[in-house]
Every structure is written in C-alpha cells, then in structure tokens.
C-alpha cells in the first residue's frame, strides 16, 4: 500500500506570494491532517479535513487555509507569505477522524520563504 | 505554554541495553498518547500508542507506560538497536480532536554499537 505523498519536497517562494502545497492521503484514509514544523514551535497542527469539510483548526492566521477533494486528496494554501512561514510542512492521514487509528505521515514539503 | 514537554533533547545508549524515553504533559483533558519516531529528511513514523484507560500498552520491543496521576508517559526500547537511533515526539490528544495531536519538542536517542 502507498504511503502518505506529498507533492513537492522542496518549494522556495518570495515574501508576498501565495503557495499550494499537495497531500494524496493513503488509500481508504478519509481524515487528512496538516502540521507544520519548524525548529522554534516544533510540529503544530494546522487543520484536519474530513469527508471534504474542515473539522478542526489549530491556532494560525487565516493566510493558512486547505481543501479536501471528494477523493480524500487535500491541498493547503498559504497567502502572503513571510520570512517565518520557512517550515516542513507534514500531511498526515487516518482511517478516521473520531477514532484512535494513528496518524501516517508523509516526508513532508520543505518551504522556503526569501 | 507547553502543554506536552520532553525535557532531555538527546540521550545515548550502549546497543543492547534498554532506552527509557520520559514525557511530560498538564493538560488533563489528554487521554491518548502516542510516540512517534522520525530520521531525518522523513515525516515521523508512528510506534505505539495509549489510551488513559490503560497504564501500559507493548508492542514487540517497545513498551508505553501511562502514569496519569503524575501526568508523566514514558517510552522503554528493549534491546536497544543501531537503528534506533532517531528523534522521538511523544504527542498527546483529547477527544475534542483526535487528529489535532499536541507535540513534545522531540528526544535524539543515539544508538552506539
């Protein structure tokens, strides 16, 4: 079974342009989660997606937003990007969202903001 | 404020002798806790994880144990391998949201053969 990809591993952007970052969840995972992990805060959730509808949203600004697609695919998007979005940005998916099935990782894609 | 805390960035450990992993968290709400394990230029591998409702879960050579009322969790490795060698998080979750997981900052265990 394919595991968790995301698309692309390494991304360098400018301050003030946007970014969409791109997860295809492991096949029969419904939950899509975001984390972003820099070497100051650690790994911090983003959002999870379910069944195409956020269901839960971490403490970030609103430049940060995603979708879910009907077959479970997810992206993110970051607005107006600044000095301090440069993290690995990690998409993790489960069976589903209300049990305690664990969270699979993908290697994640590493942003960088100049 | 840091809600899951692992004190000891790096611990280093003769190979075939046990690794003892410490976390630490205070929010109460967390009744689910899991440890993950990650090399580098990879996303975190998921190992074992524990329900609140349990105060030890093993799998193979890993070993969670849960002391609620210390709110204090901790991860055994037994025999330790070479290939062990990784950065660990433990993560704990509530059921507000089990996949918005809280993260410790991460312990480096070195593996010496």
């Known amino acids: 079974k394919a595991g968790v990809t995301q698309t692309p591993r390494y991304l360098i952007k400018t301050r003030g342009q946007q970014v969409t970052l791109s997860c295809s969840p492991i096949?029969?995972?419904?939950?899509v989660s975001w984390y972003q992990q820099t070497p100051g805060q650690g790994l911090q959730f983003l959002f999870e997606y379910f069944s195409e509808t956020q269901r839960n949203k971490g403490n970030f600004p609103g430049r940060f937003s995603g979708r879910q697609f009907s077959n479970s695919r997810s992206e993110m998007n970051v607005s107006t990007l600044e000095l301090g979005d440069s993290a690995l940005y990690l998409c993790a998916s489960s069976l589903d969202g209300r049990d305690n099935s664990p969270l699979h990782f993908g290697n994640g894609t590493r942003l960088t903001v100049t | 404020d840091q809600q899951v805390k692992q004190n000891s960035p790096s611990l280093s450990v003769q190979e075939g002798r046990i690794s003892i992993l410490n976390c630490d968290y205070t929010n109460s709400m967390f009744d689910y806790f899991l440890w993950y394990k990650k090399y580098p230029a990879e996303g975190p591998t998921f190992l074992i994880s524990?329900?609140?409702?349990?105060d030890k879960n093993e799998d193979g050579r890993f070993t969670v144990f849960l002391n609620k009322s210390a709110k204090h969790l901790s991860l055994h490795i037994v025999p330790s391998q070479p290939g062990d060698s990784a950065v660990y998080f433990c993560?704990?979750?509530?059921?507000?949201?089990?996949?918005?997981?809280?993260f410790g900052s991460g312990t480096r265990l070195q593996v010496q053969p």
């Open positions: 096949s029969g995972h419904r939950s």
């Open positions: 524990i329900s609140s409702i349990k």
């Open positions: 993560a704990a979750g509530d059921d507000t949201g089990r996949r918005a997981l809280t």
